[in-house]
């Protein structure tokens, strides 16, 4: 029977930024690559679109990505099967827009708001200059780690 005091902390839900996916891919060390290692360690419900998959899989595939890190379409199918597996997709239903000076990051907030996720973890500076939307962390990858320490 659980005790008072018991109940552990509520798992944060987070969206990964691209850049957060395509650099813990082809590094298999640094902060994007413990953040996507966190998520495999199942420390946090990633929250991801059919939106961001589909941009992940387009970078990923960019000829000075692929011929300067040697990804292989292995690689790239491998993980779009994991996180359509292993992490929520939501079906793409919030629309955000003009939020961003980037048009293309709307994506990310509205995964966010559609999931009510706590944080989106991302590098990109357009991202980052908000701080938060509507409840929603906009961290960089490093301060997404400590919040999950």
Excluded at 67 to 95: H, P
Excluded at 97 to 117: N, Y
Excluded at 138 to 143: A, K, Q, V
Aim: glycine share 6%.
């Amino acid at each position: 029977m659980p005790q008072p005091g018991d109940e552990s902390p509520p798992v944060l839900r987070a969206v990964l930024d691209t850049n957060v996916y395509v650099s813990g891919v082809i590094l298999s060390r640094g902060t994007p690559f413990e953040v996507l290692e966190a998520w495999r360690g199942q420390a946090y419900i990633l929250v991801t679109s059919e939106a961001i998959i589909a941009e992940i899989e387009r970078v990923l595939r960019y000829p000075r990505i692929r011929d300067r890190y040697a990804v292989s379409e292995q690689d790239i199918a491998c993980l779009v099967e994991s996180l359509r597996a292993d992490a929520v997709v939501v079906a793409g239903a919030c629309e955000v827009s003009g939020v961003s000076r980037d048009p293309d990051d709307d994506k990310f907030l509205a995964c966010a708001l559609e999931a009510q996720a706590d944080c989106i973890a991302t590098g990109d500076p357009d991202l980052l200059d908000l701080g938060h939307y509507q409840g929603v962390a906009i961290l960089e990858p490093h301060e997404f780690l400590e919040r999950l320490r």
